[in-house]
T-cell receptor, first 114, second 110 residues
Framework: DTEVTQTPKHLVMGMTNKKSLKCEQH?????MYWYKQKAKKPPELMFV???????INESVPSRFSPECPNSSLLNLHLHALQPEDSALYLC?????????????FGPGTRLLVL | GQNIDQPTEMTATEGAIVQINCTYQ??????LFWYQQHAGEAPTFLSY????GLEEKGRFSSFLSRSKGYSYLLLKELQMKDSASYLC???????????FGDGTTLTVKP
């Protein structure tokens, strides 16, 4: 199983809502990532978890709150988002948190903030 | 930091060969990835180069010159399904960090 799954596929939320994005992998990978991708732009790294501990936070605003409940799951909690946060949110995983590791991406959650 | 450049768009004909270039200037380097991303889909891994030279994988090949800060992705026998965005990504020595170029949108025409 080389699949990373993400739910929901699409999400529309208001600026006062609280929602969560979910990511799951069953490849035994110990590193998981959140990226944000705007249209016609490359993915931008947000967070990296290694062995269920947050190892990189790319100065992401606190309205995005990541959580790694176990080695297979990664959540991104959203609160008080802005319209400019509308984007495709990609989850990825790799075997370990080393630079040369291939990252496997999920299909993404397309988020629209109204 | 990282500075990565690739052409924005390229067009090629079905059955032809196309080369997508990527140049980079980085403060730390631990390899270069190429990913393919179809519109509305997630990036998928194509290749990884950490040593100089050419890596061939079927219709796709990737080349790296570390001294020149240069890589290319070579696609042979182009098919319509190869129309996609091709992302060059440099792996930082800070483990877990890869910086992506803006991507090259390739359109394959009949």
């Amino acid at each position: 199983d080389t699949e990373v799954t993400q739910t929901p596929k699409h999400l529309v939320m208001g600026m006062t809502n609280k929602k969560s994005l979910k990511c799951e992998q069953h490849m035994g990978h110990r590193a998981m990532y959140w990226y944000k991708q705007k249209a016609k732009k490359p993915p931008e790294l947000m967070f990296v978890y290694s062995y269920e501990k947050l190892s990189i936070n790319e100065s992401v605003p606190s309205r995005f709150s990541p959580e790694c409940p176990n080695s297979s799951l990664l959540n991104l909690h959203l609160h008080a988002l802005q319209p400019e946060d509308s984007a495709l949110y990609l989850c990825a995983s790799s075997q370990f948190r080393t630079s040369g590791e291939t990252q496997y991406f999920g299909p993404g959650t397309r988020l629209l903030v109204l | 930091g990282q500075n990565i450049d690739q052409p924005t768009e390229m067009t090629a004909t079905e059955g032809a060969i196309v080369q997508i270039n990527c140049t980079y200037q980085t403060s730390g380097f631990n390899g270069l990835f190429w990913y393919q991303q179809h519109a509305g889909e997630a990036p998928t891994f194509l290749s990884y180069n950490v040593l100089d030279g050419l890596e061939e994988k079927g219709r796709f090949s990737s080349f790296l010159s570390r001294s020149k800060g240069y890589s290319y992705l070579l696609l042979k026998e182009l098919q319509m399904k190869d129309s996609a965005s091709y992302l060059c990504a440099v792996a930082d020595t800070n483990a877990g960090k890869s910086t992506f170029g803006d991507g090259t949108t390739l359109t394959v025409k009949p």
